[in-house]
Structures are given as C-alpha cells and as structure tokens.
C-alpha cells in the first residue's frame, strides 16, 4: 500500500483570539495514467534513456503469416508526449538489449535475428547509435539474449539470459538458460561473477550504487520472483527477499516483467505466466521494493496487463512502454503508460 502524504493547515479566526483548527488534505494515490502510444505494435523489447528521451529498437510482432521482426527506432520525449522516429537497426533483431552508456551513446548488444536457421538466432552484434546512425561495435564473446543490460560507471553489464545449448542455433527450443555476466569497458569484454541463477526474460536496474536483477524464469520451469544485488566494487552477489505471487492470479511474478528505478524504490511490472496445453496468462500488477526494509509492496496496477514491454524512468516517473496483452504472441500492443511516485 501507499503512504498517504498528509498536512496539517492551521488558521486563526476572530478578532482578538485565533482560534486553531486543523484540516487534513489528502493527496490522489499514485496510478497509471496513458501516454501517446507507440506508432507501431511490438513486443520483447527493452528499453534505454538517453539524453532525457526513451529509446526503443527491435522488437518482434506475432502475425497470420509468421513472426514479423522489427528493424525501427523509436525516441520518446516526455515533455511532448510526442514519438519520433530514429534510424533503423542495420538488420531486424527482437529482444535487442538497449543500454545507453554513461555519456549517453546507446548500444545496442545481440538478441535474436532470421537466419536460414530459424527466426531465434541468437546474435552477437553489438551496435551504437552514432550522428550516421547505427554503427558496428566489438561484438559479444558469445551469444546472450534476453538478459537484463544496465551501465553502471561507464560499464555495460549484460547479465543472465538464454544461449545455444550446443551447435544449432535457429529455434527457440536450441537455446538454454546461463547466469553469464559480461562486462564491456574501455572497448573490450570480460567476465564477472555470474549471477547465482541461470535464468532469463529478468529484469534489471542500477540503485544506490549496486545493480538489482530481478524475475525471470527457466526454459525448464516457469516465473521465479528471485531478487539479486550485486555490487560491482566487490564483485559479489546476494539475494534477497523476492517478488510476491501474484494476488489476482496466484501465479509467480517473474518471466517477461519489466523494471526501473525510480527514487530509492525499485519498480517491477508485467510479466506472463504458462500453464498447461499452451494456456497462460499476463500480470497487469506492480510491485516496489524498498532496498532499505528489504520488503515489496503492491503498487498501483497497469491500466493494460503486458509482457515484454520495456521500462524507463525519468526524473520521478517509470514508463511502460508496449508489449503484448496476452501471454506468448499474438497480440502486440503499442502502448504507454506512465506512473509517478
């Protein structure tokens, strides 16, 4: 639940005596409220902040005829609640990771593309938005999709996600889990401890000063709500308290959610959840985790349940950007929504 911020106002009245008497005003509670929608419907994308814009790239969208994966970019500014479009990616990729660097250049790091393969190729191109457009980068070690990217100190963090579990590359069953942590700086990539769970489709963030990974899930098994910290000065991870099940459908908060910063709260939303024979469904919750209780609380719910949106923060306000309104494919949305703290 929500604090309710309250204030106390006092006045006087009479001529020769003020009598006091207090009124309690109470604030509207925080909610999600629509911005401009995308131009275009997408979903498994991530998204970055650069310059005071959301940055948006990628993506993929579930038609009649088969996946269509996008090649667009797209730049979001707040103050207009107006999108414009960027240059496109040098070839289509969905579930590009998009991290913009602490001088602001976005990169964006692998994901998947259509080869002779299959349409789950998972890609080790890495590029970065320059005065041109895109422009080639040094590539990953490896394959490493649908991990959480952060920057932290100038650093590209890519951590967890899903890899080739051997020599075929092309579907989406010739990939597994891994808990790999690379770390690109001054123009190479090393490794750093890997994170304690082999998982994907997580969430991430940067918050006082250490970087949070939280959700996923497992090829093999379904959503965890597992919360991990590291800290990069150490190179060491803990675990603490995770996501809640969810209470609409008590089901675990996890794979395909998305999450931001804001203030000292961290702010988790969306997701999906399987069940048996295909069924499923997608979380429409938000959760905060306050770092200093170690403890989450149940936040305003979105207007439209989604998975693989994208989240971004800006000054006091996360955004929810796109992703799909039912579980899987099938039916990619393009909008916005805005929460304030």
């Known amino acids: 639940m929500y604090p309710i911020d309250r204030r106390v106002f006092l006045a006087a009245a009479g001529a020769s005596a003020a009598v006091p008497f207090a009124a309690c005003a109470q604030e509207p509670a925080p909610a999600w409220s629509a ?103 040094p590539s990953l070690p490896g394959p490493q999709s649908e991990a959480v990217g952060v920057a932290f100190e100038g650093a590209l963090h890519l951590i967890t996600g899903r890899a080739p579990r051997g020599s075929a590359n092309g579907e989406w069953s010739d990939q597994r889990d891994i808990a790999t942590h690379r770390v690109f700086l001054g123009g190479s990539w090393e490794t750093a401890r890997p994170n304690p769970m082999a998982r994907n489709s997580a969430a991430g963030a940067v918050l006082n000063g250490v970087i949070w990974v939280a959700g996923g899930r497992t090829v093999e098994g379904s959503g965890t709500g597992r919360l991990d910290r590291y800290d990069p000065k150490r190179d060491r991870w803990d675990t603490l308290a995770p996501i809640p099940r969810s209470r609409a459908s008590d089901n675990q908060v996890g794979g395909g959610l998305a999450m931001a910063a804001v203030g000292d709260r961290l702010v988790a939303f969306g997701g999906e959840w399987f069940a048996g024979r295909g069924d499923g469904g997608v979380f429409r919750e938000t959760w905060i985790y306050d770092p200093a209780a170690d403890a989450w609380s149940a936040g305003p719910a979105m207007l439209t349940p989604r998975h693989g949106l994208a989240a971004a923060a800006i000054g006091d306000t996360v955004y929810a950007v796109a992703g799909g309104a039912v579980a899987s494919g099938g039916e990619a949305t393009g909008i916005v929504e805005a929460l304030t703290l």
Request: hydrophobic fraction near 35%; proline fraction near 8%.
């Open 35 to 137: 911005r401009e929608s995308m131009p275009w419907p997408v979903q498994e994308i991530y998204a970055t902040v650069s310059k005071g814009r959301i940055v948006i790239a990628g993506g993929l969208v579930g038609r009649p005829d088969g996946l269509h994966i996008e090649d667009r970019t797209a730049f979001y500014s707040p103050a207009a609640d107006q999108w414009d479009l960027g240059p496109s990616l040098p070839e289509p990729r969905h579930h590009p990771m998009l991290i913009a660097n602490g001088d602001g250049r976005v990169y964006a790091l692998g994901g998947y593309g259509r080869t002779d393969a299959g349409d789950w190729t998972s890609m080790t191109d890495v590029w970065t938005l320059g005065t041109n457009g895109w422009e080639e980068a």
